[in-house]
């Protein structure tokens, strides 16, 4: 589905670049591929935010590693005998894991990622750990993958914190206290 909706996205474009310098279906063509554009970045949000039928139904563990097989790169994932947790949690957790994981495939340049999801002093913790490049937190820019992440777990009591240098490994942690 993702390359036919970047192949629909892209038709508009193809047609403006053809399209005679001085025609008056230029503007119209532009704002086709300016629709199509703003539709998909839509689509992809909200394909962000369904919760996967697979942790609902299975928890974390079958989830997650439902999603690491797909993969390029090996992942190890281990997930301690956590109790299954509210929706909220669970999605949390899921997809800042999944956040991470993307990080890391996308701009990591790691050859391996250790996954682990444990509970840890009345917290739910999850580390995702890479033998990357390695990159400053602190150049990240507002409204990353970071960001959302911090976000979502604050707004559940918990917290991310990101260690990471360039050339080193990056290890994220991301805690949400434990329901009763």
């Given amino acids: 589905m993702s390359c036919w909706l970047g192949s629909t996205t892209c038709a508009p474009g193809l047609a403006e670049a053809a399209a005679e310098p001085e025609s008056k279906s230029r503007p119209i063509l532009a ?20 919760y996967p039928p697979l942790l609902a139904s299975d928890g974390l563990h079958a989830a997650l590693g439902s999603h690491v097989r797909r993969l390029a790169i090996p992942v190890n994932l281990r997930v301690d005998d956590v109790p299954r947790q509210p929706r909220e949690v669970e999605g949390a957790v899921y997809f800042c894991c999944l956040e991470a994981l993307q990080n890391v495939v996308k701009s990591a340049e790691a050859s391996a990622v ?34 959302n992440m ?31």
């Fill in 31 to 50: 704002q086709l591929k300016h629709d199509a554009d703003e539709a998909l970045d839509n689509l992809r949000e909200l394909a962000r935010g369904i």
């Fill in 114 to 147: 250790d996954l682990h999801i444990s509970t840890e002093h009345s917290m739910l913790t999850f580390r995702v750990e890479d033998d990357g490049k390695g990159f400053d937190p602190a150049t990240v820019t507002r409204g990353s993958g970071l960001q």
């Fill in 150 to 180: 911090r976000d979502r777990l604050e707004a559940l009591g918990g917290s991310l914190e990101v260690r990471s240098a360039p050339g080193h490994a990056t290890t994220v942690v991301g805690k949400i206290p434990l329901s009763s």
